[in-house]
Nanobody
Framework: QAQLVESGGGLVQAGDSLRLSCAASGRRFSSSAMGWFHQAPGQDREFVAGINWSGGSTNYADSVKGRFAISRDKTTNTMYLQMNSLKPEDTGIYSC?????????????????WGRGTQVTVSS
């Protein structure tokens, strides 16, 4: 059974950094596009960053461009989100997701698999 498990969330101050990890198991996602999504309290879940199947192409929501970086390690089936210069509005649950199909671009993600999420809280 395919499973995505996030880790690395926590409570930080504005301006700090965090690195989230998403470990995949039960299925290799080495040929799948993957991404991160954010759900702020009381808000809908929204796209944050996507990465294509090879890791060679990434894209970001405007709100995080220049501050966040998505990457993946296909040898360990793990995806990361480096979050710098965190702001209070970055607070929320961060979930990783993966498409079930192969050779996705990471743009306009349509995930088939989701993790449960990890909480990030940024205090001002």
């Amino acid at each position: 059974q395919a499973q995505l498990v996030e880790s690395g969330g926590g409570l930080v101050q504005a301006g700090d950094s965090l690195r989230l990890s998403c470990a995949a198991s039960g299925r290799r996602f080495s040929s799948s596009a993957m991404g991160w999504f954010h759900q702020a309290p009381g808000q809908d879940r929204e796209f944050v960053a996507g990465i294509n199947w090879s890791g060679g192409s990434t894209n970001y929501a405007d709100s995080v461009k220049g501050r966040f970086a998505i990457s993946r390690d296909k040898t360990t089936n793990t995806m990361y989100l480096q979050m710098n210069s965190l702001k209070p509005e970055d607070t929320g649950i961060y979930s990783c997701a993966a498409e079930g199909g192969a050779y996705g671009t990471g743009y306009n993600l349509h995930p088939d698999y989701w993790g449960r999420g990890t909480q990030v809280t940024v205090s001002s």
